[in-house]
């Protein structure tokens, strides 16, 4: 029997993944995504864990001019323009806006061992979104794709859908570009479509997290399209003030951690840094918690800690 795994995956996006859906409100948590970030890796490394951080191509500009030298030939032409992350005002560089550039972060990252830099497209592309369009999502990535390698030297591998809208029609262009891993969503239907979801499958994912009503998640890495497909079996949900609800969601992923370990299988965790913005250090012991927890299923079960391109 192959060794269980322990995935986690972060998909890092700053402004770029909330422009749409949340108010200016949110900044509070956009404020404290950078040393939650700091805070994080330090426990990564405390506890040797490999982690994927998918991060939007745009935060690896430095300034305005590096923006508009990696803008894609063709941008999205989503028949909803609020969706155009394009539209969205931005400062001339980071020092003025470290909303929309990240290059720091992704330089601290790296800095740090056993942590891969994956991507999360570049524009935050919305690939089941009504009006885009497949040669839009190939500009998109190529943009992706010459960003890291230029500024970076990096060759992404592994790639997270914005907003889980998963479309396999799309994978091929990712296979040509050198991708060779993505994060899917899990089979039960409140999950398959992502962000797509209906509220009454929404409202069922929230409870699924507390309480078990979709079993214990876990899954197999498979082939698709010549690419390894790994699921995201859970979203590690923001810190809750309330005891009860908090105690019942690490319960909820360390019985599903537990079960994946004991059958072989894999267990992916997923998140945003920028849900450990605010309540950072209460986050940080859920997360502790959970990888302490991993550390006795290492020692039992030989589950392995790893990053989504080595699967
Ligand atoms: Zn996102």
């Known amino acids: 029997m192959e060794n269980a795994k322990f995935i986690i995956s972060l998909d890092c996006e700053l402004k770029w993944g909330v422009f749409d859906t949340l108010n200016d409100s949110y900044d509070e948590n956009l404020k404290g995504t950078r040393n939650a970030i700091k805070e ?39 028949d909803d323009s609020k969706l155009n992350s394009y539209t969205c005002k931005i400062g001339m560089d980071e020092q003025n806006d470290n ?28 690939c089941k979104e009504d009006g885009q369009n497949a040669k839009q ?32 029609d799309y994978l091929n262009i990712l296979r040509e570009y050198g991708f060779t891993h993505f994060r899917s969503n899990p089979k039960h239907w409140i999950y398959k479509k992502g962000q797509k979801t209906n509220i009454f499958g929404r409202v069922l994912r929230f409870i699924d997290s507390f309480i078990n009503i979709t079993g214990y998640n876990s899954s197999r890495a498979i082939a698709v399209s010549g690419l390894i497909e790994t699921t995201g079996n859970r979203f590690l949900r923001p810190y809750k003030n309330c005891i009860i609800l908090n105690k019942l969601m ?25 849900n450990f913005g605010i309540y950072t250090k209460e986050n940080l012991v859920n997360l502790e918690e959970i990888v302490q927890y991993y550390k006795i299923l290492q020692q039992k079960f ?10």
């Open 40 to 78: 994080m890796l330090e426990l990564f490394k405390k506890f040797d864990m490999h982690v994927s951080w998918a991060v939007v191509g745009f935060l690896f500009n430095e300034n305005k001019s590096d923006y508009e030298k990696y803008k894609p030939s063709i941008m999205p032409t989503y």
């Open 99 to 126: 909303f929309h550039y990240a290059h720091d972060i992704i330089k601290l990252i790296l800095s740090y061992p056993n942590q891969e830099i994956a991507s999360h497209s570049y524009s935050h592309f919305y």
């Open 137 to 168: 999502f190939e500009a998109d990535i190529k943009s992706a794709v010459n960003v890291a390698k230029e500024k970076f030297a990096l060759d992404l591998k592994s790639f997270v859908f914005p907003k889980n809208e998963i479309n396999e």
């Open 250 to 274: 690490i319960r909820r992923i360390k019985n599903e951690m537990f079960t994946a370990a004991k059958k072989g299988e894999q267990y992916h965790l997923w998140w945003h840094p920028h």
């Open 302 to 311: 030989n589950m392995e800690s790893t990053c989504m391109k080595k699967l």
